[in-house]
């Protein structure tokens, strides 16, 4: 089928070469510059390890200086899926939202339609610019004054004024022969019920052009002047070329300034974003008049992988970064994340500006917090957790959040910081310190005096537990493949050994192991001899010893607690009752130490009634010599 004029222009116009190449190549970030649409990476098209595939964004073609393949976004769909041309078109058509056209001619019409209202848009941007400068813009000039934008900065915005005519727009315009249906159709006039001739649909109000992302004007906000007015601020409605939850106000000079090292921040309206943005926050983006959609959170993560949400520091601010967090947990990738400036109580972005300067705003956006920090707020602030039924609900809740993030690597690591967290809120004793690459790991806290005589706190007790780590790591780094599986077992494991931790953080990263501290690990002979490490083509092995190891462990860890905690309680006590105790854990735990690995999955209850069983001897004074 022949597509009608304009169609490839608009498709292409919606998507961003980018983002279609991006799916296929790893960028080289130290060659690209993104403000500029600037992109750089190894070509997919043939093996090689340089940066010699050239993408620009702007003009929307590719190049590669090896093998000189080269194009714009329909033929790299082509060539990398193995498609015909409408089926690449089809495809690019899906993802850009728009509907393939139909085999008549009025599709072709409804484009050149499109094309006539972005020239109607921007004659109103012209028109609405002159009455700024008239004498009836005078009090929307005073205003914009009295907010510190100056007649410079005003042209640089394009700031106009609609005056309080109900026909003013509409009798400029259409006296330059443009049809009232065009006016009507672009959103800048309306019909009454009555079927009389059009009205403005602005009137008395500071005029703020919307552009996308190639400057193209495609609608149009209004501030009103008048305090009592109904609507503070008010967009042009949804039309042929605005469709206001896909697009971002000030987008295209946000994504240069972005491209250049600014941070980009996401203010909630014209006022904020023209203000940071005259404060030196030249990447600033508001959403049009609605909360940010998903579409419009793609767009940001397009130019920046790390917004920051500028916030009111009032409860409906609160509330919308809220809701913006339910939105954007499902969308997290690896790199691509959000985090939240929020400003002082009862301050919104251009207040703080103007009564601390630019230094006040740079203060609050050095302290954005990161998603997790904001979610965990949600879910605890103003609540009281004082028993367990309380406790749980909140660890109910936290888990249904997170498993709504579909990468895994970050959901672990999201459930790392709030478990964190709530060791913190709950006073959790035990805490394992993470693996720092490079640094010495923290000294344990010292034992008590009957800790240290215990004989799970011998030399002997404690080679025997590291031999078992590092042959569960040593496995682990044999079977790679078997980590999932086992992810949350590897995390708990509490290491303090150099070797142990490298190979630790680099499996639950999915990194290669340290050869060096792999090494070091294969040159013990008990971890050599093992058969996860003997037998490397053996995965089913592996896995049933890997678990046995885990059970082992397990069950020895567990006993040495309960002992531990039992020689506290028992400080001070008869000597006699007290060998007797240590002797019924230690064969407690030499019994849970032989556990078959088909009773691996009951050592919870194994533990239970250790610790049930050593309490009864506590509570019966078993030290006590009975007589008769």
């Known amino acids: ?75 790299f769909v082509r060539e990398s899926e193995n498609v015909g041309f409408m089926e690449a078109v089809e495809i690019l058509a899906r993802e850009a939202g728009l509907t393939m056209p139909a085999r008549d001619p009025k599709a072709a019409e409804k484009l050149d339609r499109r094309a006539q209202l972005s020239q109607v848009m921007e004659e109103a941007v012209k028109h609405y610019r002159l009455m700024l400068k008239s004498g009836q813009g005078a009090g929307a000039r005073d205003y914009l004054a009295g907010r510190r934008l100056d007649p410079q900065a005003q042209d640089r915005w394009e700031i106009g004024f609609a005056p309080d005519q109900r026909q003013g727009l509409f009798q400029a315009l259409t006296a330059k022969g443009i049809a009232p249906d065009l006016l009507v159709e672009a959103g800048l006039c309306a019909r009454p019920d009555d079927g009389g001739a059009p009205y403005d649909r602005f009137r008395g109000r500071i005029i703020f052009p919307i552009r996308d992302a190639r400057g193209r004007a495609i609608s149009l906000g209004g501030r009103a002047m008048d ?71 793609r767009l940001m993560w397009r130019i920046a992988d790390e917004p920051v949400i500028a916030l009111d520091g009032d409860a409906a601010g609160i509330r919308a970064a809220m809701r ?42 050095d302290e954005a917090s990161p998603m997790v920090g904001l979610l965990w707020r949600r879910e605890t602030e103003g609540k009281v957790f004082d028993s367990p039924e309380r406790r749980a609900a909140l660890d109910k809740t936290l888990r249904a959040a997170i498993s709504r993030i579909a990468d895994p690597s970050i959901r672990h690591h999201y459930g790392e910081e709030l478990k964190r967290l709530r060791w913190e809120l709950f006073g959790i004793r035990r805490t394992r310190t993470p693996f720092v690459p490079g640094k010495r790991p923290a000294q344990a806290a010292v034992p008590t005096a009957a800790a240290r005589q215990s004989l799970l706190a011998t030399a002997e007790e404690a080679m025997t537990r590291d031999l078992r780590v590092s042959v569960i790591l040593a496995g682990f780094a044999t079977h790679p493949a078997l980590v999932p599986a086992f992810e949350s077992s590897i995390e708990r494991l509490a290491v303090t050994h150099p070797d142990h931790q490298a190979v630790q953080h680099a499996l639950l990263a999915h990194e290669t192991v340290p050869h060096d501290a792999l090494e070091r690990l294969l040159a013990l002979p008990h971890v050599r001899i093992s058969p996860p490490v003997r037998n490397p083509e053996d995965a089913d092995l592996a896995r049933m010893c890997l678990a046995e190891e885990f059970a082992k462990l397990d069950a020895a860890l567990g006993a040495e607690i309960e002992i531990r905690e039992a020689m506290e309680d028992m400080e001070g006590l008869a000597d006699e009752g007290l060998t007797w105790r240590l002797s019924q854990a230690a064969e407690a735990r030499n019994n849970a130490g032989r556990t078959r690995l088909d009773d691996a999955t009951d050592l919870g209850e194994d533990r239970s009634a250790l610790s049930k069983h050593l309490q009864s001897l506590i509570d019966s004074q078993i030290w006590v010599k009975k007589r008769g």
Not at 18 to 33: C, F, I, L, Q
Not at 240 to 250: A, E, H, I
Not at 253 to 267: D, F, H, S, T, Y
Request: proline share 6%.
């Open 1 to 75: 089928m022949s597509l009608p004029h304009g169609f490839l222009d608009e498709l292409r116009n919606r998507i961003s070469l980018s983002s279609v190449v991006g799916r296929k190549v790893t960028w080289d970030m130290r060659k690209s510059n993104q403000g500029k649409g600037d992109f750089w990476a190894p070509c997919p098209f043939h093996q090689e390890k340089s940066a010699s595939f050239h993408v620009d964004d702007r003009k929307g073609f590719y190049y590669c200086f090896g093998c000189h393949a080269k194009g714009d976004a329909l033929t």
């Open 227 to 297: 305090p009592n007015a109904r609507a503070k601020y008010l967009n042009g409605p949804e039309t042929d070329l605005f469709d206001k939850g896909r697009n971002l106000f000030n987008h295209g000079p946000a994504r240069e300034a972005a491209g250049k090292g600014q941070p980009l921040i996401v203010a909630e309206g014209y006022m904020d974003t023209i203000a940071l943005s005259e404060a030196g926050f030249r990447a600033t983006v508001a959403p049009l008049g609605t909360a940010i959609t998903e579409d419009q959170l």
């Open 324 to 365: 913006l967090i339910d939105l954007a947990l499902p969308l997290l990738e690896a790199g691509k994340g959000l985090r939240f400036a929020v400003m002082p109580a009862g301050l919104d972005p251009d207040d703080l500006v103007r009564a601390q300067g630019a230094q006040g705003f740079q203060k609050v956006l």
